[in-house]
């Protein structure tokens, strides 16, 4: 747990320090949980102000995450963005315990059944033997769990709702090997409250856990895996369906399936008629098959080998069915979501290799696990040798000169003020002014502060950004500091401002109107 703890948080403020983590997501999060611990409703300036939402628009309209109201407290205490990346280092640890508890279901054969209720080998590990393999099976599970490269990338990402999700996660597939139906129930539920897509995680686990009571004789079981199994994809219904646009979420706003069909509909359609379609998304462009194997393959294929498994399957399909790139790839923080699913499946199948020790088996079973174990040690240690290297190296704890040049200039400006941000140095700001996206639509800030050596998002070329800050200098903003190609702008007259669009006060603190110190700027350079 300290392991896990340590490394992911370091990761997270390595990643702080040097201006890695940006807007989008961190200082989206920090805004919406700080309206949180100020019982307001959970909005975000950063992301209404670029995407033009409605004045009451909230988080909630964008995805279902009210589970974030829990990590309001934590402002009471440190009212800073670090706090989440400190909350989220500590849910990813919450789960090693979790992991070997897993470990110890799959590998205990004391009882001489498996945790599904199967009989064990005649040659089955038992009593003090199988007492002995748990705990190994345990030790090792929680390091390649607190080590793995998902929770590495999401820590170094920043923070988001996975954060969550990971621990309950675990806990429930953890109380469902237990047999604790109930308690495994009020986890799903809680897992419905991470994000509006789990329901789908929630309803594959139904159907695996009903099946395995079934064989299990286990009346209890079934009935709470058929209540998840209708109940998960039922609240997933009704949080597309009717909760996100009550709450003003756009239609179609996050559809990223556009080679299926133009909505949920027409390609529901298009698959039913046309079923071949799937597959050809799914592999087109091949990164997608790389991504598929490359969660596979770190955990040597045993996934494959579990029921478990099916869980995976509505969160890939999200992913390898997309239109949008930044689902492909594994630095995100959406791998982070699989772990848990994937690293159970695997337990399992080993466990299921261990249980066949006495009964006849082809030569190659031993020898494939073996492999399978020396495989998965190769992977962890890598990423274990990743996971240290960065947070070792003093270097990678240095921005590079533009983003130095970009914190320094945010020094500048004052506690409270109106500001459009880079988006790399705004979570630096969220804390202590009113700050916005700094994008192609003015908004008529008192400062702007943006890079003009290197793309940032969202602008599409360094041209709309060297565009953007002449024309704030032709219309009352004048140069404060210009450093590295960080540029700070401060506005000193009331003169109009072509294409300007002044958000409303309910979606956003920055508006119109002349800097008190206008003629007056004692930061000028």
Known sequence: MLVCFLVCFALGLQSWTALRVTGFDLGIFDQAVRAYAHFDPPRSPIKNVHHEFPPDFTLLGDHFTPLLALLAPLYWVWDDPRALILAQAALFAAGVPVIRRIARHCFAQADGTSPAGVPAGPGAPTGLAATALARRAADVSGLVYATGWPLLNSSYTGFHEVAFAVPLTLLMLERGLARRYGVAAL????????????GLVVGAFGLVLAVRAHRARQTAGRAVGVALLVG?????????????????SP??????YGRLGADGGEAALRVLTEPWVLAEVAVTPFVKVLMLAWLLATLAFLPVGSATLLL??????ERMLSDNPNH???????????????LTAALETLARLHRAAGRPRPAWRPRAARLSVGAVTLSTAAALVAGLGLPLNPGSWQPRPDKRALARAADLIPDGATVEADNTVAPHLTARTHVVLVDATPRGADWVLLRVNDRTFPFASLAEQRQRIALLLDHGYEQVRNEDGAVLLHRVRDVPIPGLRVPGPDSTPVRERVPADVGRNPFVR
């Open 328 to 342: 492909w790839p594994v630095v995100n923080h959406y791998d982070a979501f699989l772990w848990p699913i994937l």
């Open 232 to 248: 998960g994809p039922l609240v997933v219904a009704l949080v597309v369906g009717w909760f996100l646009p009550a709450m003003g």
């Open 187 to 198: 986890c799903a539920a809680a897992l419905c409250l991470v994000k509006e897509d789990m």
């Open 312 to 317: 995976a399957v509505p969160l890939l399909a």
């Open 251 to 256: 239609p179609g706003y996050y559809w990223s």
